[in-house]
Structure formats: structure tokens, C-alpha cells
């Protein structure tokens, strides 16, 4: 299976801050025929179920506000948040579909500092 | 928009089979799509259990492949998790998902609020 590592275990940002998350897989996820990284990122906050924030390492989820991005190719992937946002407050996790099973990192707290 | 709804006993007894359904509104089931099942034990993190097509294709986590089934009721618009000899281990709350996405695998666009299910005496 292909390990998901995330790092931050957490982070306290303030307000109007950037935070930023990392994500490496234990495989190369860059898919040769389509060019596609097979990354997703979802935030997940108290009391709700995990949402799309993004697809194929960088494509944003209609709706997701822009100051969310996602970048990275083949091992490497970065979530980043322009501006947090008291509703940015969260646990975010990214999850590999390349190879099955899919697989999820442990998932990243971000807080307010 | 889809919605997705978990339904089943919230408490099972260790040794016995866990079953859920879930119900897809806004959204027939048989147009496309693989649907599945995710769980998160408390504290832990999230795991894949397996995926369903309507057609009746399954694909299963290897490391409960020979617990778990899927199936699906298109008519009903529904579809379903059977875990069998579950242990304090399978503890946890479980999601019905959409997946999304082109071989050789899928993400999860939608997903149901999630129920807990309990392994205990």
C-alpha cells in the first residue's frame, strides 16, 4: 500500500495568515498516461463528514473559496491557505487514488493562533 | 445536489455481522459512478472499505476483503455494507461515499453525514 505522511501533525496560524500543509507519498502518484497526479485534499471540520476541497493534486472543488490551493507533482503535494479564515479551522487530509487501496494521511489540525 | 444517508444499528456484538444501507437522493444510482464505503475509528484515521458500480462490480480493501461485502439495489436507489466477525476493532464511524474520478482510481465527492457503529457486549 501507499503511504500517506502529512506534516504538520498540527498548526496554529493567525488570522489573515497563510497556513500550509504537506503531503508525500511513499510512491510516485503521476500518472504517466493522462499526466494526472491522483491526489485529493478534504477538510473535515467537528461534526461533519469530510469535504472535496480538491482533485488531481490541484483542481479546485466547485465552491471551495480561492484562497485554498493545492500544487505538486509525483511525491510532493502542498495544501495552502491565503488568508485563514476563522471557518478554515479544521483537520484536512489528502488520500492517494492511484494505486488500490486508496489510502489517506493521518490528517493535519489547524487551528487559530 | 446528491445526498447520501447511513441507516443501521449504531451497537453490534463482537463476532457478528455488521450492516448498514445508505440511500442516495437527488441522484439515480444506475446512471454512473462507483459508490462505496469509508470508516474512521475513533482518533484514527480515515480507511477505504470497498466500492460498488451499478452493474455490480465491487472492489474491496485487501485487508478486509474476506469480511466485507457490498451490494446495491438500484431500484431502491440504495446501497449496502455487510462486515462479517467484527472485534472492538471495527469500532468506528462509517461513511457512504460517491467516488469520482478515471482509472486507475477515484476520489470521493460526496459524502453521507456518517453513523457510528459500536463493537460491544
Known amino acids: 500500500d501507499i503511504v500517506m505522511t502529512q506534516s504538520p501533525e498540527s498548526l496554529a496560524v493567525s488570522l489573515g495568515e497563510r497556513a500550509t500543509i504537506k503531503c508525500m507519498s511513499s510512491q510516485d502518484v503521476l500518472y504517466s498516461t493522462n499526466n494526472k497526479n491522483y491526489i485529493a485534499w478534504y477538510q473535515r471540520k467537528p461534526g461533519h463528514p469530510p469535504k472535496l476541497l480538491f482533485y488531481?493534486?490541484?483542481t479546485r472543488e466547485s465552491g471551495v473559496p480561492d484562497r485554498f490551493s493545492g500544487s505538486g507533482s509525483g511525491t510532493d503535494f502542498t495544501l495552502t491557505i491565503s488568508g485563514l479564515q476563522a471557518e478554515d479551522v479544521a483537520v484536512y487530509y489528502c488520500?492517494?487514488?492511484?494505486?488500490?487501496?486508496?489510502?489517506f494521511g493521518q490528517g493535519t489540525k489547524v487551528e487559530i493562533k | 445536489q446528491v445526498q447520501l444517508q447511513e441507516s443501521g444499528p449504531g451497537l453490534v456484538k463482537p463476532s457478528e455481522t455488521l450492516s448498514l444501507n445508505c440511500t442516495v437522493s437527488?441522484?439515480?444510482?444506475?446512471?454512473?459512478?462507483?459508490w462505496g464505503w469509508i470508516r474512521q475509528p475513533p482518533g484514527k484515521g480515515l480507511e477505504w472499505l470497498g466500492n460498488?458500480?451499478?452493474?455490480?462490480?465491487?472492489y474491496y480493501n485487501p485487508s478486509l476483503k474476506r469480511r466485507v461485502t457490498i451490494s446495491v439495489d438500484t431500484s431502491r436507489n440504495q446501497f449496502s455494507l455487510r462486515l462479517t466477525s467484527v472485534t472492538a476493532a471495527d469500532t468506528a464511524v462509517y461513511h457512504c461515499?460517491?467516488?469520482?474520478?478515471?482509472?486507475?482510481?477515484?476520489?470521493?465527492?460526496?459524502w453521507g453525514l456518517g453513523t457510528l457503529v459500536t463493537v460491544s457486549s
Open positions: 488531481w493534486a490541484s
Open positions: 461515499v460517491r467516488s469520482n474520478g478515471s482509472p486507475p482510481g477515484y476520489y470521493f465527492d460526496s
Open positions: 460498488i458500480f451499478p452493474s455490480g462490480v465491487t
Open positions: 488520500q492517494q487514488y492511484y494505486s488500490s487501496p486508496t489510502t
Open positions: 437527488g441522484y439515480s444510482m444506475s446512471n454512473a459512478y462507483y
